[in-house]
């Protein structure tokens, strides 16, 4: 058997956090459990009338007994960092270790790996041993124009283990270099 459950979620847009009801199919409900379809078990304050509900209405309804409305401003205590928007000089670094930068062209649903293809700025770093090449996100965009055309979506994955960013160029109306993410650890 499956069922929907309602769960209010929110968004940070610019200075101000959008609450919005959300839908989420579920496999079993039990007092003090659900098991959504997949495999993911919550319990504890997650029950059936307290965060989740049957209805969409009931849970529009109890979000509005706290809230005075679906959108809030954050606190500047709150905002951690001006957020960065020219990434077009960010410098992006390939080694050839497990730590890399992996350039793809988003193709027919599909992602074409284009980073050996690339004209990386290679030197040699003594204290690593090996050659090190080096690309801005500007160079990479470049590169793709010429010689796949204007209309392609670049994903640019800089993988490192303690940090690891994802970028993305040509995905939004405003052709320009986005930082979709940034995780611990490799991407």
């Known amino acids: 058997m499956q069922d929907i459950v309602w769960m209010m979620k929110d968004r940070i847009?610019?200075?101000?956090?959008?609450?919005?009801?959300?839908?989420?199919?579920?496999?079993?409900?039990?007092?003090?459990?659900?098991?959504?379809?997949?495999?993911?078990?919550?319990?504890?304050?997650?029950?059936?009338?307290?965060?989740?509900?049957?209805?969409?209405?009931?849970?529009?309804?109890h979000f509005l007994k706290t809230h005075d409305s679906f959108e809030e401003e954050i606190p500047q205590e709150e905002i951690p960092f001006e957020r960065r928007t020219d990434w077009d000089n960010h410098i992006v670094?390939?080694?050839?270790?497990?730590?890399?930068?992996?350039?793809?062209?988003?193709?027919?649903?599909?992602?074409?790996?284009?980073?050996d293809e690339l004209p990386w700025h290679t030197e040699y770093v003594d204290a690593l041993y090996m050659e090190v090449g080096s690309l801005t996100l500007h160079e990479i965009s470049e590169y793709v124009k010429e010689e796949y055309g204007k209309n392609r979506r670049i994903t640019v994955f800089q993988e490192d283990m303690l940090r690891s960013q994802i970028f993305q160029w040509g995905n939004y109306k405003d052709v320009e270099w986005v930082h979709l993410g940034e995780i611990m650890g490799y991407a």
């Open 93 to 115: 670094v390939k080694f050839d270790t497990i730590e890399q930068t992996s350039v793809y062209l988003n193709s027919f649903s599909k992602l074409v790996n284009i980073s």
């Open 13 to 61: 847009r610019g200075e101000k956090r959008i609450y919005y009801p959300q839908p989420f199919c579920v496999s079993k409900i039990e007092d003090n459990k659900i098991e959504f379809t997949n495999g993911c078990i919550m319990g504890g304050n997650y029950l059936v009338g307290s965060l989740i509900f049957e209805t969409k209405e009931e849970c529009i309804n």
